[in-house]
Each structure stands twice: as structure tokens, then as C-alpha cells.
């Protein structure tokens, strides 16, 4: 069957084609691709193209196709897997594959294997790593942002405390304890002030800091302190931007005592540092931020390190229990990834979305690969309502859902724009 997709083909240059796919194999699964939300990795993969560690060398010959963070339908199930998967199933894939230690992964490394597709094959090594999961929700792009927001999971689960006198860590933020977010009213920090008020373990406070008002007022439309005191935490939001003294500041809303976790979501030194100023005893900060500098670094105390103690670490990614978690718990509308979203497109902008990334405002970028439609932001579509009906539909809904994302404005705009 034919399928059109955005594939890499060497360094910048992206290139929206329609091929042929080959015939599943008895080991292999056939999938519709609805929903691909872009990553900023995406955009560094086809700035690097084959000098990147995950796309091959011959890309060139063998283009591949980009997108890793989607959601879509199981179409036809080879005869290894039928017992386990059918026809008509909702999936997501944990993409950080690391199969038999190889760097290739759905997005970068394969020629009939990723999110900006209309149909993909996903092959042997997925289901036998047990990465495809299944998807019991509404909105297809719940599934898809379920790898960002697993990432957000992982990074709650991979700090860790010790005890005295004894060797052991205890991993995951203190419960009832004091998050700081730094950096933290972009998409990431969305997501990840959605999970310190909805997931099972949660903190007493937490405070959000940045230093675009406008961000923050967003924030804080949508997670208001009055339901975050309803969900037995205290939150605040706070724009470092003018303060003098960030980290004294920050500790006064916490009585000096400093902050058991800190979560540092932009590759800024000052917040790094910062981060490391707050924490308390037997605190731990994790550098979530991914720089693209390689030699990023800054000042941390050693004497708190030694004597405190406190923990600097980082993480990148989750893993597939990470993101069986935030499905989970999208399903059962605990966590709302449609915070995180500020635009929509079809597949004809999904190239030209990628290589401007970096330029483009707001929040996730989400492509639908069966619509043609020009990216555009959520607050956008109301405008374009002036000249075509459709659009002032999609607004509408739009705007009953405090004008965020759903599985309503998803089913209309599949229904009525795909092509």
C-alpha cells in the first residue's frame, strides 16, 4: 500500500513524499498513524542528518522517517503477534527502543517506522521489547504526548534520597515535601505541574518560577492554586525576572528551610545554579533541561554536597513503565496533556514545522497525518472562521475548552478536514 510521510534524507534536508510500503512480514504489525506530536530531537536529527547517532549513515539511499512521539490504529497483525494484538486497537510506543544495545529508533533510524506517516510497519523488536502499548482513551493525542509527559514521569521517579548512616537510596520526589519547578511554564514544566498535582505521590508545595509573566499567567490559568489546594498542595508561581536575591527569595516561601526537590526545565546556568542554591538537607536536583551545548556548566556548592548532603543529577527520557503511567493516567483524565499543546497542522506542514521549530512560539506542535492543514495556533483558528465555517466550528470547541486541545476537537477536525 501507498503511504506519505516526511522523511530525512541528509543534513536540512526534509522531503514530504508518498511510496510504496513492502508487505508486513509474519513478525511485523501494519499501523494507521493518526496523531505525531513534534520534538524538539526531531529538529536536531535533521540539522545533524547522518552525523547524528541515531540516523544512519546511508540515509541518503535509504531515507528515513521522522517522528517519534505518536499515537494510531492497528490495522493488520502478522501471525507472530495475533494472539497478543488485533485489528482496531489504539496504541502508543515507548520509542527509546535501545534494542540489543543499538542507538536506531522509531523518528530517526527507520525507512517504514514513524510518527510523520500516514501508515507505518512497526517491526519485530518493538513488541518483543514489550513497547507496544495499548491506549484505552478518547483523544488520540493523549497517546502521543504520552512520551513527552513519560519523560516528566521519569524524571519524578529517577530523583532519590538517602538515609543516615545508611546505604541506600530511596528514589522518587519525598511525599508531602517542597518541589521547586525553575524554568518551569513551557510545555515540559506544563506537564510536569500537571503530574505533581494529580499522581499518587505528591508534594505539600510547589513553586513555579519563569520569567515570562505571560507563560506564567497561562500556568496559572491552568492549574489555579485554588485546585491545587483542593489536591492538598500549595502552589505558587513566581517571575525570577526583576528579583535581586532569586534563591533567598525562594527559600522565604518555604521558611529558609530549602527544597527537598528541584527540577531545573530550561539549560540556563543561572537556574542550574540557583537549583543547587535552594536545596535543603538531603536535597536532590535534577537537570531535566537537554542543552545542545556540550559544554554547558556551572558552580555548585561541594560543601553541601558533602556535608548536607545534597544530589545533583539528571535524566533524559522514561521508560515504557514511565509511559504505561501516563497513559494510565491520561485515560482516566488524572493528567491533561492538552495543556501542553498551542498548535495544530496536518502532515503538508509537518516539514516546514520541524526545520522552524526553534523559531515558532507556544507550546507542542501537533501534526494529524490524514489532514492537510497549515500549522496553526489553537487561538488562530477563530480568525480563520471568518472565511470558512470549519474553522469557526473548531473554535468554538476550541474555546468551551478554555481554549485548550480535546478528544471533541480532534474528532471534528478528523471528520471534516481529512483528506
Known amino acids: 500500500m501507498k503511504t506519505r510521510a516526511v522523511r530525512i534524507y541528509g543534513e536540512n534536508d526534509l522531503r514530504l513524499e508518498e511510496f510504496e510500503l513492502p508487505e508486513i512480514k509474519d513478525d511485523e504489525i501494519l499501523a ?3 496523531s505525531n506530536s513534534i520534538c524538539m530531537s526531531t529538529y536536531k536529527a535533521v540539522i545533524q542528518g547522518g552525523r547524528h547517532k541515531r540516523v544512519p549513515d546511508d540515509v541518503a539511499e535509504k531515507p528515513t522517517i521522522t517522528g517519534h512521539e505518536f499515537a494510531g490504529e492497528i490495522i493488520k497483525v502478522g501471525k507472530k503477534w495475533q494472539d497478543q494484538f488485533e ?3 489504539k496504541f502508543a510506543v515507548q520509542p527509546a527502543l535501545n534494542y540489543k544495545g543499538s542507538p536506531y529508533a522509531p ?3 527507520y525507512q517504514y517506522f514513524g510518527g510523520n506517516t500516514e501508515y507505518t510497519i512497526i517491526p519485530q523488536e518493538v513488541m518483543e521489547l514489550g513497547y507496544l502499548l495499548k491506549y484505552e482513551g478518547d ?3 493523549e497517546a502521543s504526548l504520552s512520551e513527552p509527559m513519560s519523560c516528566i514521569v521519569g524524571g519524578y521517579h529517577a530523583v532519590y534520597h538517602t538515609e543516615s548512616n545508611n546505604y541506600i537510596h530511596k528514589m522518587g520526589i519525598v511525599e508531602g515535601g517542597k518541589v521547586a519547578l525553575l524554568g518551569a511554564a513551557g510545555p515540559m514544566g506544563l506537564g510536569a505541574i500537571d503530574y505533581a498535582l494529580h499522581a499518587d505521590r505528591k508534594p505539600a508545595v510547589v513553586v513555579v518560577t519563569d520569567i515570562n509573566q505571560d507563560r506564567l499567567d497561562r500556568a496559572a490559568a491552568l492549574f489555579t492554586p485554588e485546585e491545587a489546594k ?6 505558587h508561581y513566581i517571575n525570577t525576572a526583576e528579583m535581586e536575591d532569586v534563591p533567598a527569595e525562594l527559600k522565604s516561601l518555604v ?24 536545596l535543603g538537607k538531603d536535597g536532590c536536583m535534577n537537570f531535566f533541561a537537554g542543552p545542545t551545548d ?5 558552580e555548585f556548592n561541594l560543601y553541601n554536597i558533602h556535608y548536607s548532603p545534597t544530589h545533583i543529577m539528571g535524566s533524559t527520557g522514561g521508560n515504557d513503565d514511565d509511559m504505561r503511567e501516563s497513559l494510565k493516567l491520561s485515560a482516566a483524565g488524572r493528567l491533561n496533556p492538552a495543556t501542553m499543546i498551542t498548535h495544530v497542522g496536518g502532515l503538508d506542514s509537518a516539514a516546514d514545522t520541524i526545520q522552524n521549530l526553534p523559531k515558532i512560539p507556544g507550546g507542542k506542535k501537533l501534526i494529524y497525518n490524514a489532514v492537510d492543514l497549515e500549522l496553526t495556533a489553537l487561538e488562530d483558528f477563530a480568525k480563520k472562521g471568518e472565511q470558512d465555517p470549519k474553522y469557526a466550528e473548531l473554535a468554538e470547541i476550541i474555546a468551551d475548552n478554555k481554549g485548550l486541545w480535546s ?8 471528520d471534516n478536514f481529512s483528506k
Open 87 to 89: 485489528p482496531g486497537e
Open 107 to 109: 523518528g530517526y533510524s
Open 255 to 278: 521558611e529558609g528551610e530549602g527544597y527537598d526537590d528541584v527540577f531545573v526545565y530550561a539549560p540556563v546556568r543561572a537556574l542550574a545554579e540557583q537549583g543547587d542554591q535552594i
Open 230 to 235: 483542593k489536591q492538598g498542595v500549595e502552589l
Open 294 to 298: 556540550k559544554e554547558l556548566s556551572a
Open 407 to 414: 478528544a471533541k476537537a480532534e474528532k471534528y477536525l478528523l
Open 32 to 34: 494507521r498513524i493518526v
Open 139 to 141: 483523544g488520540f493525542y
